[in-house]
């Protein structure tokens, strides 16, 4: 039979090495994402697979296209590839044999008794047309890859050994070695789960002519910014390990290896030895998590008819339930077609209609669960017409499934007063009818509620989360106007109406007796109340001179618009992200940019604003009678809030610095700093700590940390690689994040920085059609992530206003377990 249009040659080797390679157990199912396996022929399909046993082999290359002695690098690279395969556990040995006899490839018997082929050779056309066929069959035929350094400079001009490495070196790169520190994202493939979070070595860094993120699966990256990456840099995403199922068999690439001491290292053996692993059928391995091919994008609900939100409102929040149903608020805002009331006169101001929407996975159906009648629809333009209240925020009883119970975060239009432009925000309960996705309101039990001010935008925040313990966390803004302050420390105490301040967050975020610019944590009883849990910020008893200046509601204090939370049930760590100011650029007079924010908080903190940002950077105080003078910096350590609008403490707990901030030039900018503290805020002297990171116009929206449900049978779950890893976004998808990061455990608690990210913007797709405007994003319990694109205006719902979900197509780890070398691990 004839295979493919191949040469009389090339069958004889597809069907003689196939069945070598059978022979020895080695045949495994075409990958999904390389060309498919050849069509079996009677030879093949006669043959039945011996349990591996001692037959596994590794065969090293070492030929080169360039005459002269033999390379201390491939002598070093032998003997470390032969220790290998003799140390470890028995069933995990193997034998090697090394040559840079490159008939070996011709030889079909011989080559089919090797389950990993390692090219340890330097560059140069070192395979004839004959030769390269043979391994093309060999590859077809399910058998294993391993490069090394020098191999991505092998076989120039083979389109096919360019996709079997995956890349090609650069020219303009480094020449020498130099240490650096190598990010290691994966922490589930054996070639790098045992290595270090950061792992620093020496090695000659390769750059990319083109970088193979997205079509290979990277498990490994160097950090550019430590050390010197030459001209032809790849910037903040330099892979440098990776692998991928490549026509019918496995490659697994290293761009280390470039030194003799390389192979010297217990690490690199390590990193070597769990390439061999997966290439030789050892062991499974997922190479395909990050192939953004593996991913499809689907928008779950339809535009709303003319009129009518009977889709989706104006997106603001989603949760999903155990059985798969996902419910999904509109924040107050109606479309176009609907009045907007901006007359204080009016008893309509600001009236609008919250709704929850429930979608079924079972129906591919939507239905209108209720709406509550908020304060929330008034519109956009100047600071003191539009409005961020409404209907804020959704999250469902840990015992949904029996009782139903819902909980709202939302301001009810009926309780605002229009004469001193005051309102109630409260967290309340109703019951859903599990049976008909029906909202009862009157069913509402309010647990808690606290006064805002509603004369000027802005910063309400919204977002809420429960831990294991069954407490709710509850994310309040700072309730203060983005202007009056220039754009920097919302510290104004002048501007008021009626006696209420609305332009300094000292009398809200920065007050330890105010429920806004918080994240509230309370233990919800099943009678509708509450309790307080230990471990809060304030026990609500605290003095200051002699009065009660504190609530003990709080966990968190010093946040400006925190929209999303998230806590990892698995580690009850609380993740949180938060909306900074508007300033452009950093001020020497006034201090820092605006920084949008993310933080892993471990336990009750002050966040610092409006006294400082990033990681404490403080900002400038002023006060009466004249605001526009600056006053002292801020002290991060010893924060006092001395504002003629505080009611609290004075003295305020020392501020925690946070783990990710950005700005319009960059992420975690940070200057040099005087022998107080303070920065320069010399734009030109900044460092920029997070490379992946930058803003413009930016607004955080911190996502989900991932969790892996080994037991879960669902098709569509993201795999394994992305366990543990925290999920963070900005509402725009221009140069604004939306990354995958891991944090040090060690570190991440005291604002230390990530130690890897990697962009998911190819998977979950930017655009006008794609997701433009990220509002929330959850997984499921079928493992797949649903996102609220919040539609292309403000304060409204458009054609653009969906529910997405992203699901996973890859597959699962290969080889398949009844295809491993030596049984089912």
């Known amino acids: ?32 994402d390389a060309r498919p396996a050849p069509e079996p022929s009677l030879t093949t399909m006669s043959i039945k697979s011996p349990p591996g046993g001692a037959n596994v082999r590794v065969l090293i290359f070492y030929g080169s296209a360039a005459a002269g002695d033999e390379s201390p690098l491939v002598n070093a690279g032998i003997e470390a590839i032969e220790k290998i395969g003799l140390s470890g556990p028995a069933d995990q040995r193997f034998k090697t044999e090394a040559t840079n006899d490159a008939s070996v490839f011709t030889n079909e018997t011989k080559l089919g008794r090797f389950n990993s082929i390692v090219f340890l050779t330097g560059g140069g056309d070192v395979l004839d047309p004959e030769q390269e066929a043979g391994l093309e069959a060999y590859m077809e035929a399910g058998g294993g890859f391993v490069g090394i350094h020098d191999a991505a400079r092998a076989e120039p001009y083979s389109d096919w050994f360019t996709g079997l490495v995956g890349a ?38 390769l750059n990319w002519a083109k970088n193979p993120s997205g079509d290979v699966h990277t498990v490994a990256r160097v950090r550019e910014s430590s050390y010197q990456p030459g001209s032809s840099a790849n910037g903040w995403d330099h892979p440098m390990s990776w692998c991928r199922d490549y026509d019918g068999g496995r490659s697994f690439y290293t761009g280390m290896g470039g030194t003799v001491s390389s192979y010297d290292e217990t690490d690199f053996r390590s990193h070597l030895r769990g390439a061999l692993l997966w290439t030789t059928r050892l062991a499974q391995a997922d190479c395909k998590a990050t192939i953004t091919g593996n991913y499809q994008a689907e928008r779950l609900t339809q535009p709303n008819q003319p009129g009518r939100n009977d889709q989706i409102g104006e997106p603001h929040g ?40 429930v979608y079924d996975p079972k129906t591919k159906k939507v239905t209108l669960a209720g709406a509550l009648t908020v304060f929330g629809n008034k519109g956009g333009g100047d600071e003191l017409i539009k409005v961020e209240e409404g209907l804020l925020g959704i999250e469902l009883d840990p015992r949904f499934e029996e009782n139903g119970w819902v909980y709202l975060h939302y301001t009810p239009h009926s309780r605002i007063n229009r004469d001193t432009r005051m309102a109630e925000r409260r967290v309340s309960r109703f019951t859903l009818d599990l049976a008909t996705n029906k909202l009862d309101l009157g069913s509402e039990k309010v647990l808690l509620d606290w006064p805002v001010q509603i004369h000027s935008c802005c910063h309400a925040g919204g977002g809420m989360t429960w831990d294991s313990k069954g407490n709710l966390y509850i994310a309040t803004g700072d309730n203060n106007s983005s202007r009056f302050s220039d754009g920097y420390s919302g510290n104004n105490p002048e501007p008021n109406y009626k006696g209420v301040s609305f332009a300094d967050a000292r009398r809200t975020a920065g007050n330890t007796n105010n429920l806004n610019g918080k994240i509230l944590r309370i233990h919800p009883e099943p009678d509708g109340t509450y309790t307080l849990p230990e471990g809060n910020l304030f026990t609500g008893e605290e003095t200051d001179e002699g009065g009660g200046k504190t609530r003990g509601e709080i966990y968190v204090m010093g946040v400006r618009n925190p929209a999303r939370i998230f806590v990892d049930r698995r580690t009850d760590i609380l993740y949180a992200g938060w909306v900074g100011p508007d300033a452009p650029a950093p001020s020497t007079t006034w201090g820092p940019a ?23 950077q403080p900002y400038r105080d002023r006060n009466l009678p004249d605001p526009s003078k600056p006053l002292g910096w801020y002290d991060c350590d010893h924060p006092k809030n001395e504002s003629p609008n505080n009611d609290g403490l004075v003295n305020l707990p020392p501020v925690t610095g946070n783990n990710i901030w950005y700005s319009p030039q960059g992420g975690a900018p940070d200057f040099p700093r005087d022998a107080n503290g303070v920065p320069s805020y010399q734009q030109e002297e900044a460092t920029y700590g997070l490379p992946w990171l930058k803003g413009g116009g930016q607004a955080a929206m911190n996502g989900p940390v991932y969790r892996y449900d080994a037991t879960s049978t669902s098709g569509t779950k993201w795999p394994a690689y992305w366990d543990g890893k925290w999920f963070v976004g900005d509402f725009y998808d221009a140069d604004q994040p939306r990354n ?24 979950v797709p930017v655009g006008n059609d794609g997701i433009k405007n990220l509002m929330d994003w959850k997984f499921g319990p079928d493992g797949a ?38 049984g089912a691990r």
């Open 1 to 32: 039979m004839r295979l493919r249009g191949l040469s009389t040659r090339r069958q004889t080797w597809v069907a003689t090495v196939t069945a070598g390679i059978v022979a020895a157990g080695l045949m495994s199912a075409p990958a999904a």
């Open 168 to 205: 090609r070196p650069a020219a303009g790169g480094p020449t020498t070695a130099q240490r650096a520190v190598v990010e290691v994202g994966d922490r589930t493939h054996p070639a790098t789960k045992e290595l270090p979070l950061q792992w620093k070595r020496p090695d000659k860094w």
């Open 318 to 357: 989603l949760v999903t339930a155990p059985d798969g149903r996902v419910l999904y608020i509109g924040r107050g805002g109606a479309d176009s077609s609907q009045p907007v009331v901006t007359d204080w006169n009016d008893p309509d101001i600001g009236k609008g209609k919250g709704e929850i929407h």
């Open 594 to 616: 605006k920084y949008d924010t993310f933080a892993v908080i471990t336990k009750a903190s002050n966040r610092g604003w409006p006294y400082c940002m990033g990681n404490k």
């Open 740 to 763: 995958a990061v891991l944090t040090d455990p060690k570190t991440h608690g005291d604002g230390g920085l990530p130690v890897h990210s990697e962009s998911l913007k190819k998977i």
């Open 785 to 822: 992530l649903y996102v609220l694109d919040y539609g292309r205006g403000f304060f409204t719902s458009d054609a653009k206003s969906a529910l997405w979900r992203v699901t996973y197509t890859g597959g699962g780890p290969t080889p398949a377990a009844d295809q491993l070398a030596r």
